[in-house]
């Protein structure tokens, strides 16, 4: 990989993430009042509110806080949760790898399947099995992904419950294996990654759809049919990894759209993720927590841009000359 | 693609199914010697630092984990022996002298000694959330030796003995921690050192907290092994997980559902006046308290008040708001204070045409079904609610539907807790001035002494815990009194007089009692009485005694079969999609290959 | 010994418009045949509908026979399956597309494409037996082989159209059809890429369609010539004969177009009008509108027919001793 | 580009017809829908999670309120907000993409970066802090999603003023003396308008959703019934668990088929305005 090109991106990505500190800080340290934040006592005395900000350095001038904001930030010290006074960052770190568990499965399923439906449309254009794929990713797209949830509980986990509705694991098993521990987790991700599959599936099936028919046009489509090729080769080497560079694109701009989702699902379905955390902190205006997912929230972007920017100068030779 | 992998993908993912289908029932056998009750919750304990915690769940943990000074006898919530055996009021009232249990050990074996008892009415009484205030009265807290604690108070404090809502925490596990780290981060190592049968052993927040029993226990041992409190995602979670057996029992049952979950098999609900009621409450700040308050000047006239009183059907407001799990409000004293509690005579039945009368007597107007004016006055009211709460809008909306019968108009405002909480507690140059005329919310008090609800409408809490503004120097000199008297009769009709006052005035119209609401498996749990107090109150003595939980056995029920059925079924169709996908390409590579050429 | 490639009657027709109206055409073994007519004719159409590979809207019909100098057994093209044509396409016909820009796919090595082509039609020995030949291939069309590692858009023009030369021969075939190898080349590279051409035909034996709309481009490659338009052939014969005495209208007008060497810079007049739409053809003679010298007659459907020694029109007046002066005007009169 | 293009494209295609029937027919509620709902959408009845019944088509909910009636009564949020917000963040968009595409340099560079953070920055969590800072109220709501979402505008608008700037009539106008605002006004403005108009109503869809998801994390306004706070209510009074779907299917169905219709009225907008895009779904 060309170093300048990666460090460009890498700077660019720094530069974002400096804007993102600096509005994430302007948010809760200048709209939020901070006093009645941190204190959180129903009427605190001038006195007190005066001692909280000196401890807190609320009596630096701004640019002194920033800073220290900045500094903390990248010490990972977020602060302290108002509600389990735990760390910030402890809990962030706890709600990390489940976030990742159920974005990383919904996001591959719905690529993997997108991907596949896009093919299986593109290549039957106009006939019944694409215009009911086309329907079918357009009411997903245009529905609320928390509804899709809701009703996968009310169809697998209540009229035909064989899915827990919710929770990462049975609460209170004492599991005998890691493995078991495993399956049981597998088995509850079920319906919440459904969820997160088919939230992402439609975008990713409209945009390989459409990639495909445009890459199915092309001159050596039928270079690669007339030496001889079977079409469904033609289809499979060559079409497809020619179209799936602008889902790869896609994957990254949506993955804001991702981290949406992961709140309402998670929400729902009591997944004990950065989603949940984020609705917990919402309910309980527990602001440090809240200020902490969403720089999670915004660094996981940022991060997601890079590796896209990555994946495509890796998936396409045509940036990597130019 | 060879037959051969294919077979050995087959297999491979066949031995996958077994693998999982056998483990969980393995799984099942080592976890079914311990006998273990697991309560399931939506909401779960924050933080267990007693010191910052502020959720009600702390308790049902705490409660089983250490002892109050003097705790609550299960039968009638009267003062029993907790850390202090016995205790003995000076002539003048002012001391209490209380002599430790003898030979009492933490459960890390250490003493339980007078030092402990000193710092947690010394900590805990002012620098805690919700342990402080307590300890306001008191002036000197000595420990003459290693079992004897004597507290001296300004007054005499009635609270000393039954009214002490301070949990007894070892000072050698706390006391080592500076009072900053206590306030801000500080996690109690675990097991957490206490002297209930119980001590928490295990807490990952989210997902559970376990209890096991506390080997130096003073008392009998109890006949569970462990105690989970099992966080679910929703409250309609936890109920689903008691009716397919997943956990035995839950402390906090919902009102919509409570009566369906009942009817489910192995299922028995249990309905329990509690501590808390849920008020009206009327903006009554006088002009001296509040000069830049923001009200219509008619909610301070009382036959106003008394006849919306008359107006409201409370019944109804049970039975609709609540789903009749409530029971219907009869003064500020919640019929949950047995000991203390009296029927008001001023009690306020539902009776429109006496309400109309009254506004007709006292010359408030009204035009046809409009509301009812007096010189340019009108009976029209602002009556925010918070939007948490289903059951106060509902309520509200009831209270606004049955005054408009009388002439009375309530505007219903949904408002966030923060803004009402704003509108209640604004100040103005150091003074307060409330901006609204009603809103509906609620107030819990303590298990035994009733004081912490008495005093919420007393002149010294305006700027503290009033929300209603009262001020009447009769009712304060009442409270105060009855805070000193240490004799049950008396001070039970000291209290008569002053819900009598609060009925006349009406500073809170006081609609429910709220209950508790527990559910539990009769097939799991058995010796299940209702107690604090026999014979009305609730099954698991919830934040009060930790008698009722110790003293449950296990029943015959088996074990909950936690199936995996989803991820088989899921399994086995990937297994039979991946078996077909590969058949169909196996048979395309190897037989039957089109031709080349088609005869004509 | 028999002709390589026979067509008879080809029709080709889409949502019921003909786009080939019965093509007849005979190569012979290494023979160079050049197809021209002005776009939309039918030129690239017939080369498809030769490998099959028009999309399926289309509909074909008529009889295709090659008869490759390795095998014993005819092909018959028209009975063929899919599966069937696989093993026919590159094998022993391939295709040199217009457009070489977009006729490699951008995200693979140019080397692969080129052994995938081998690999799909031969079993080699080795890696290293594709490797050799890719080399080889590469250096027979005039490129050094280490441009194999590269993709499609680090090419030049003409190196990628030398590379679609390259793939076009990787199977040795009997039959290399070209269309419109050159447009898009500037005018030294097109002349290197004819020469390519040209050369590799004599020295590999190959029979070669060389379709272009530039009659100047044919008369330097091909020995025998055939004028298409609107879905027919309307002239066929030796390239010499065809350019001296030209025995149907548009032919002449074709030529006439075409710039003189050494003459005026300035170009001839184009033909008037464009050929017809395939849905609304006119009556008889497909040219008749544009035609000059239409006549009454020229509303009957003229027949391809032998009108002088090894050439054919079809045209009512071949053979044309001498062409009259047009008169553009003619053309209403006719129509009637 | 005329009028009766655009009345072509909504009344003689399918999709036109489809899409505008069904905006029109919750936009019809939105406006009467209180009005003619059977019941009192907010009284309450001891009808618990009734299934439907002729009394209630759609059954009642957990306070035994009207399901059916505060469907309708529920369409005005929705309406009012997405289009509140989309006309926000259009105004925002465009003059933020007018600015920066018409005068470049600083001006550009600086409102590029400020665009291409706002996209970066993940909408919904940024929408959740901001209502949650904020007394969650219908002006908030609107506020909140119109801000978060102008930056896609505003980067089409930019790149579609770049080259109109370079375009013939711009250079005359400018070389005539024309002053910036009289340019933009009477040449890049107009030509950038349809433009700006499609993309405004795809942001409807958007806005509708994203109130839909707000109110559901109960941070909608909590004095009006709108169809992500039916859901929030049916889900937090456990009706899936209950089997009620019709408290649970019909408020998701009326988000999906709304978003749906704006969806398809804004992509037919955005084919008229892009022709490139029509020949590829020809």
């Known amino acids: 990989m060309n170093p300048r090109w990666l460090a460009g991106k890498v700077a660019a990505s720094l530069v974002t993430l400096v804007f993102v500190l600096a509005f994430n800080f302007f948010l809760f340290r200048v709209m939020g009042d901070p006093t009645t934040q941190l204190a959180r006592l129903p009427r605190a005395s001038p006195a007190e509110i005066e001692k909280l900000k000196s401890y807190y350095g609320l009596d630096k001038p701004i640019t002194g806080q920033f800073l220290d904001y900045a500094g903390d930030t990248a010490r990972l010290d977020l602060g302290i949760s108002q509600r389990t006074r735990r760390s910030v960052w402890d809990e962030i770190k706890d709600a990390i790898p489940w976030t990742l568990l159920l974005v990383g499965t919904g996001t591959v399923l719905a690529t993997l399947i997108g991907a596949w439906l896009g093919v299986i449309a593109a290549t039957r254009r106009g006939r019944p099995a694409d215009d009911g794929l086309l329907g079918f990713s357009l009411f997903t797209y245009a529905s609320p992904e928390y509804w899709i949830g809701i009703i996968l509980i009310l169809v697998f986990a209540v009229w035909l419950p064989i899915f827990p509705a919710g929770q990462q694991m049975t609460p209170g098993e004492d599991f005998s294996s890691w493995f078991a521990q495993a399956a049981d987790v597998a088995e509850h991700l079920v319906l919440p990654a459904t969820a997160m599959t088919l939230m992402l599936l439609g975008q990713y099936f409209l945009i390989m759809r459409s990639s495909m028919v445009d890459v199915l046009t092309e001159d050596f489509i039928t270079v690669k049919r007339a030496i001889g090729l079977p079409w469904d080769r033609v289809v499979r080497q060559h079409a497809v990894p020619n179209a799936l560079l602008p889902l790869v694109t896609l994957s990254a701009i949506q993955f804001g759209i991702v981290a949406g989702g992961a709140v309402t699902i998670e929400t729902i379905f009591s997944w004990p993720g950065l989603g949940e955390l984020t609705y917990d902190a919402i309910n309980d205006k527990d602001f440090p927590v809240l200020q902490g997912t969403f720089l999670v929230f915004s660094v996981a972007v940022i991060i997601a841009n890079l590796i896209a920017d990555c994946l495509y100068f890796v998936l396409d030779p045509r940036v990597q000359t130019s | 693609m060879r037959l051969r992998t294919i077979v050995a993908v087959l297999v491979a993912m066949a031995a996958l199914i077994a693998a999982i289908t056998a483990l969980p029932a393995g799984a099942q056998d080592d976890g079914g010697k311990k006998k273990v009750l697991r309560l399931g919750q939506a909401q779960d304990v924050q933080t267990l630092n007693p010191f910052v915690a502020q959720d009600e769940e702390n308790f049902r943990a705490w409660s089983l984990n250490w002892d109050l000074l003097v705790n609550f006898s299960p039968d009638d919530l009267t003062p029993v022996p907790g850390i202090a055996e016995s205790w003995d009021v000076s002539p003048d009232k002012k001391t209490v002298t209380f002599k430790l249990i003898e030979g009492a050990k933490w459960s890390d074996g250490e003493p339980i000694t007078s030092k402990d008892v000193k710092y947690s009415l010394d900590k805990l009484g002012t620098d805690s959330l919700i342990f402080s205030g307590y300890t306001s009265n008191v002036t000197s807290i000595e420990t003459p030796d290693e079992n004897t604690v004597v507290v001296k108070t300004k007054q005499p404090d009635a609270r000393m003995i039954g009214g002490l809502f301070i949990y007894m925490i070892p000072e050698h596990v706390y006391g080592k921690v500076p009072l900053a780290k206590l306030k801000k981060d500080f996690q109690p190592p675990l097991p957490m050192v206490g002297s209930g049968p119980y001590v928490v052993t295990e807490f990952e927040h989210g997902r559970i907290l376990r209890m096991e029993r506390n080997p130096n226990f003073r008392g009998e041992k109890p006949a569970f092994d462990e105690i989970q409190f099992i966080k679910y995602g929703s409250a309609d979670a936890v109920e689903r997980a008691l009716r397919l057996g997943e956990i035995d029992a839950i402390p906090e049952a919902q009102a919509p559902s409570f009566e369906k979950l009942g009817q489910a098999d192995n299922v028995k609900t249990d309905r329990a006046p509690s501590p808390s009621f849920t008020q009206l409450t009327f903006n009554l700040c006088s002009e001296e308290n509040c000069p830049d308050a923001k009200f219509n000047p008619a909610v301070q006239d009382r036959t106003v008040r008394q006849a919306i009183a008359y107006a409201v059907d409370r019944e109804r407001v049970n039975t609709i708001s609540t789903r009749g799990t409530s029971f219907p409000g009869h003064g500020i004293l919640p019929q949950y204070y047995k000991s203390w509690y009296e029927q008001p005579d001023d009690d306020y039945p539902f009776d429109p045409d006496k309400a109309n009368q009254m506004l007709d007597d006292a010359g408030w107007t009204r035009e046809g079904d409009g509301t009812r004016s007096k010189d340019g006055a009108e009976l029209s009211f602002d009556l925010f609610v918070r939007s948490e709460s289903p059951e106060n809008i509902q309520a509200a909306k009831l209270v606004a539907e049955q005054a408009r019968e009388i002439g009375v108009d309530f505007k219903v405002q949904v408002v966030s807790v923060d803004k009402l909480t704003e509108i209640t507690t604004r100040e103005v140059d150091g003074k307060m001035a409330p901006d609204f005329d009603t809103f509906i919310w609620g107030w819990g008090g303590d298990p035994y002494d009733p004081s912490a609800l008495l005093q919420l409408i007393t002149t010294d809490q305006i700027g503290g815990s009033s929300d209603a503004f009262y001020s009447n120097p009769e009712y304060d000199r009442l409270f105060d009194e009855q805070a000193g008297e240490f004799d049950h009769a008396k001070r039970k009709e000291l209290i008569r007089q002053m819900v009598a006052l609060s009925q006349r005035d009406l500073p809170y119209l006081v609609l429910t009692d709220d209950p508790w609401l527990e559910a539990y498996r009769s097939d799991r749990m058995t010796n299940v009485a209702k107690q604090c107090p026999k014979p009305s109150g609730d099954v698991l003595c919830q934040q009060v005694n930790y008698a009722a939980i110790a003293e449950l056995e296990p029943g015959e029920g088996g074990d909950d079969g936690g199936s995996s059925t989803g991820i088989i079924a899921v399994i086995a169709l990937v297994v039979v999609a991946v078996a077909a996908f590969l058949f169909v390409r196996w048979r395309r590579s190897r037989g039957g290959r089109e031709p080349l050429e088609l005869e004509t | 010994m028999s002709a390589l490639l026979e067509i008879r009657d080809l029709r080709v027709t889409h949502e019921e418009r003909p786009i080939l109206d019965g093509v007849d055409l005979t190569l012979e073994r290494g023979e160079a045949l050049g197809l021209a007519g002005e776009s939309g004719c039918g030129k690239t159409t017939t080369a498809l509908a030769l490998m099959k590979l028009l999309p399926a809207s289309f509909r074909q019909s008529g009889t295709m026979t090659l008869r490759p100098p390795d095998i014993e057994e005819p092909i018959n093209v028209e009975r063929r399956t899919e599966a069937g044509m696989q093993v026919v396409r590159w094998r022993h016909v391939s295709l040199v597309f217009q457009g070489a820009m977009n006729s490699l796919d951008p995200v693979k090595r140019v080397e692969h494409q080129v052994a995938e082509a081998i690999t799909l039609h031969e079993r080699p020995a080795s890696a290293g037996d594709v490797r050799a030949r890719i080399d080889e291939l590469l250096t027979t069309v005039g490129l050094t082989p280490a441009l194999g590692r590269r993709y499609a858009h680090q090419l030049s023009g003409g190196q990628r159209q030398r590379v679609m030369i390259a793939l076009a021969l990787a199977c040795r075939p009997s039959l290399v059809i070209a269309d419109e190898p050159t447009t898009a080349l500037d005018v030294v590279m097109q002349a290197q890429i004819l020469e390519l051409l040209e050369h590799l035909r004599e020295q590999l034996g190959l029979a070669l369609i060389l379709i272009s709309h530039d009659l100047g481009v044919l008369a330097e490659t091909c020995d025998r010539i055939a004028i298409m338009y609107a879905g027919r052939i309307v002239e066929t014969g030796p390239v010499r004969e065809v350019f001296a005495a030209p025995q149907h209208p548009y032919t002449k007008r074709l030529l006439d177009s075409l710039p003189v060497i050494g003459g005026s810079r300035e170009l001839a007049a184009a033909i008037p009008g464009g050929p017809p739409d395939p849905g609304d053809l006119p009556q008889g003679c497909r040219f008749r509108p544009r035609c000059p010298y239409a006549a009454e007659k020229c509303l009957e459907d003229p027949a391809l027919r032998e009108v002088r020694p090894a050439q054919a029109a079809a045209c009512h007046f071949a053979p044309w001793a001498e062409w009259p002066a047009a008169h553009e005007a003619a053309v209403e009169g006719a129509a009637g | ?282």
């Not at chain 4, 579609?160 to 009477?186: K, P, W």
């Not at chain 4, 009706?239 to 408020?251: E, K, L, N």
């Open chain 4, 1 to 282: 580009m005329t009028d009766l293009r655009v009345r072509d494209l909504l009344f003689d295609t399918w999709r036109g017809r489809i899409g505008l029937g069904v905006l029109g027919l919750f936009v019809f509620l939105a406006i009467f829908g209180s009005a003619i709902a059977p019941d009192n959408p907010t009284a309450s009845s001891l009808d618990v999670l009734a299934a439907p019944s002729a009394d209630h088509w759609l059954g009642t909910t957990e306070n035994g309120e009207d399901v059916f009636s505060q469907l309708l009564a529920g369409a005005r949020v929705s309406i009012v907000v997405g289009f509140a917000a989309a006309a926000i963040s259009a105004v925002l968009g465009a003059t933020v993409g007018l600015l920066g595409g018409y005068f470049g340099g600083w001006t550009d560079r600086t409102l590029d970066a400020f665009e291409n953070w706002f996209l970066v920055i993940p909408q919904i969590p940024l929408m959740i802090v901001l209502a949650r800072l904020l007394e969650p109220s219908l002006t908030v709501l609107i506020a909140v999603i119109g801000l978060t979402s102008w930056a896609g505008t505003g980067r089409i608008v930019r790149a579609q003023v770049l080259t109109l700037r370079e375009r013939a009539f711009v250079e005359r106008a400018r070389a005539l003396g024309a002053s910036d605002g009289y340019i933009i006004r009477t040449h890049i403005l107009p030509n950038t308008l349809p433009l700006i108009f499609a993309n405004t109503v795809l942001i409807v869809a958007v806005a509708i959703l994203s109130e839909a998801a707000l109110a559901f994390l109960g941070l909608g306004d909590p004095t009006r019934i709108s169809w992500g706070t039916m859901l929030e209510n049916a889900f937090s009074s456990g009706a899936p668990s209950a089997g009620a779907w019709w408290y649970v299917i019909p408020p998701g169905l009326c988000i999906t088929l709304l978003v749906l219709s704006v969806s398809i009225l804004g992509y037919l907008f955005e084919e008229y305005v892009n022709p490139r895009l029509r020949e590829q779904h020809a």
